[in-house]
């Protein structure tokens, strides 16, 4: 093995000690927590090497942001590609695994002005996937546009479980099971129904 791939591996492991480290201080304890110094603490190393290898803590949080959103996609696809696309966004959106990580990536989004244009971009990108599989799945069901449009859908399941996350995080659930009962009920409605041949 030459010394520049181990080196490189290196490098990545250490990247990757940096990353696992932010994420880990910014679900405990919030991205403001987040410092070159607690961060190079928590992956062990040294602080210089947190600037060494992003630069600016812009650079890391976008890194990380990425590497989030990598993953987050990943699952997106495979749930909207699944036989009932809308039931698999609905429990992929109401999964609560990693939300206090996008919630403060939320957070962070107000003061950081790259996160809240990486956010709006990888949101379109997510919402035109959504509405693309969503508006073939409503046609194979013959479900109108005009009494069920697919961004309008889309648009309602995604942001009523962010609603019952958010909130769930904060310790509110007045009206969360009435909530998750008429998703439950609609969502059964349309798996009652056949496709058109």
């Not at 947190?50 to 990943?74: I, K, S």
């Not at 996008?102 to 989004?109: D, H, P």
Request: aromatic share 6%; charged share 25%; with cysteine.
């Amino acid at each position: 093995m030459t010394s520049e791939r181990r080196n490189g591996e290196e490098s990545a492991r250490t990247r990757t000690a940096i990353l696992d480290a932010t994420a880990q201080i910014m679900r405990e304890e919030g991205y403001a927590a987040v410092s070159s110094r607690k961060v190079a603490e928590r992956a062990g190393l040294k602080s210089q090497l947190v600037h060494y290898h992003f630069g600016t803590m812009d650079e890391l949080f976008l890194a990380l942001y990425q590497r989030y959103e990598q993953q987050h996609f990943a699952r997106h696809a495979q749930a909207l590609a699944s036989r009932n696309p809308l039931r698999a966004l609905w429990d992929l959106s109401v999964d609560a695994a990693g939300a206090e990580l996008s919630l403060e990536f939320i957070a962070l989004a107000n003061h950081r002005k790259a996160i809240r244009k990486e956010i709006a971009r990888s949101t379109e990108r997510y919402r035109s996937l959504q509405v693309a599989v969503v508006s073939r799945f409503a046609e194979d069901l013959a479900l109108s546009p005009d009494d069920m449009p697919a961004d309008v859908l889309c648009f309602l399941m995604v942001a009523t479980s962010r609603a019952l996350i958010t909130e769930a995080a904060v310790g509110v659930s007045a009206g969360h099971a009435s909530m998750r009962a008429y998703i439950e009920r609609q969502l059964q409605a349309l798996e009652a129904r056949t496709p058109k041949a």
